[in-house]
């Protein structure tokens, strides 16, 4: 069990308001949890009846996956899982075990696994139009490029769209080019933008790279402003309810995020033609490389320095969109700046491939110098549940219960923080959230792939499912559906805290835990 110690202080810092406590189903489980041991309290309870599996065998489908499936295919866990069915925050595999799915289908899962809402929105548009591409009108494009765009401030009212967040980055790329008539452009070391030929450039990752000629052409890679890996940090860059432990004497301002933004003032010296930038792209929390945050107020100074050299500034809300930061809807918001072009994919559609890029009118009439067209961008069938997210997402108030509980879920486990010495950092904002396991803490060295893999296997076994990011893959990533509850956090609190106790006593040398246990 958690201590009592951990969860008397979580208790303190429950919101008053909308926070959600428990499932809007919890009565009577019908499916078994995956195995718990006598460490961790009962996985909270989830009246959802899954319906029977009947598809191929275990080996079939590990023989298909092996024989005829490209190897690009990766599946998480030793013993790989087949995921059956879904319901809200919940997965359930082919033999009827239950998860906590706190990974959302890598950021994609906003509302709900299944959300009878959505669901309903899809069947019923099925059931009239499936595709007819845009060389016709169809209402529900239009209907919902109003209540999109809706959502944006300032002139950002057009919007195209596409299938998928590479498709986004990549149309976003061609827009600046075409818009500036420049052809340089930024992004950030450890940065993710997708894996088309286009977007592989602007990925700034060794492990997503394959040796092509030309993927960098055009594009450069400036210094990552991270306050906790990075050469500059402190105690208080971060708009986040946590922050790192690194010692800060700032007094007026940041003086990391000025270093950081110093940093790229040089590039621009000495790196770029001066006053002819295309764009620059940032993530407002970078989702792949680990939940990274940047100083607070970094890319605001950004973007006008963009700008004031020709270029568009690019917010990639790819994850951070559609309520997941909680306080604001996009991420962008949060930096207190307004971007000239902002890509999406992931949780706009619930699941569903819809992506797009919203930007000016006059930046996109760019695209009108010749023949565009994305056959499946914008369907009837994307368009019906990219407006059935958006109404779940204001009538169940998600954005703000990913805040309330998102931060509970942040000062919960900068508990766990100061109680393991694996855990080099907590950070995030609402629910995506990122917990940096470290060798040595004072040093900050990712902790050994062994030991990272260990702890991730052992969440799995005892019912939870975590992501991992980072270019070495040791932050956990925690990006669950913005339906998420109290009562589930306390389960993935109880999880984690087992997990950390189990390798450790397996590896007492190598794990030390705080003495201020209960």
Not at 300 to 321: C, M
Not at 420 to 449: C, H, Q, S, W, Y
Not at 468 to 473: A, M, P, Q, T
Request: glycine share 10%; aromatic share 8%.
């Amino acid at each position: 069990m958690m201590s009592k110690r951990l969860l008397g202080h979580t208790s303190r810092v429950l919101p008053r308001t909308l926070v959600r406590r428990s499932s809007s189903s919890t009565l009577r489980s019908k499916a078994a949890p995956a195995a718990v041991n006598q460490v961790q309290s009962e996985m909270p309870e989830c009246g959802h009846s899954p319906v029977a599996y009947e598809g191929s065998s275990y080996e079939q489908i590990l023989k298909t996956r092996r024989n005829h499936l490209t190897p690009n295919l990766l599946a998480h866990f030793k013993k790989p899982l087949v995921i059956h069915t879904g319901h809200m925050q919940w997965l359930y595999d082919h033999e009827g075990r239950r998860y906590l799915d706190m990974f959302g289908g890598i950021v994609t899962v906003s509302v709900g696994h299944c959300h009878p809402k959505v669901n309903q929105a899809l069947n019923e548009q099925t059931a009239k139009l499936w595709h007819t591409t845009n060389i016709y009108m169809h209402p529900k494009i239009h209907e919902y490029a109003e209540r999109l765009v809706a959502k944006f401030p300032g002139n950002l009212k057009s919007v195209c769209f596409v299938n998928s967040g590479s498709e986004a980055n990549d149309l976003a790329m061609l827009m600046a080019r075409l818009h500036t008539g420049n052809q340089d452009i930024l992004s950030f070391r450890n940065a993710y933008h997708g894996m088309s030929p286009y977007t592989m450039g602007l990925t700034a990752h060794s492990t997503w790279r394959f040796p092509l000629p030309g993927v960098n052409n055009g594009l450069v890679h400036v210094m990552n402003p991270d306050p906790y890996q990075g050469i500059w940090g402190g105690s208080s860059c971060r708009d986040s309810p946590v922050q790192t432990t690194r010692d800060c004497q700032c007094r007026d301002g940041c003086q990391a995020g000025d270093a950081y933004y110093n940093e790229l003032e040089e590039t621009f010296k000495y790196s770029l033609p001066r006053g002819k930038v295309a764009a620059m792209f940032a993530e407002s929390i970078q989702g792949v490389g680990g939940t990274v945050q940047f100083p607070k107020g970094y890319l605001k100074r950004a973007a006008a320095l963009v700008r004031a050299n020709g270029g568009l500034f690019v917010a990639d809300e790819v994850q951070t969109g559609f309520g997941r930061t909680g306080e604001h809807f996009w991420g962008f918001e949060g930096h207190d700046y307004v971007p000239d072009i902002v890509t999406m994919a992931k949780g706009i559609g619930n699941g569903f491939p819809l992506a797009a890029v919203v930007t000016t009118p006059e930046i996109a009439a760019s695209l009108g110098q010749a023949l565009h067209f994305n056959t499946y961008g914008g369907n009837p069938m994307a368009s019906a549940v990219g407006i059935a997210v958006l109404d779940v997402i204001e009538e169940e108030q998600l954005q703000r219960n990913s805040l309330e509980v998102g931060t509970f879920f942040l000062k919960a486990l900068a508990e766990l923080q100061e109680r393991f010495e694996i855990v080099g950092d907590v950070r995030g904002k609402g629910l995506m959230i990122g917990v940096e396991l470290v060798g040595n803490r004072e040093k900050r060295t990712p902790l050994a792939t062994p030991h990272v893999l260990e702890i991730w296997e052992k969440c799995k076994d005892l019912g939870v499912l975590f992501g991992r990011g980072g270019l070495h893959g040791n932050v956990l990533s925690l990006r669950p559906p913005l339906c998420l509850c109290i009562g589930d956090v306390e389960f993935a609190l109880e999880t984690l805290e087992a997990a950390f106790k189990f390798h450790m006593s397996k590896s007492p040398r190598s794990w030390r835990i705080s003495q201020r246990t209960s």
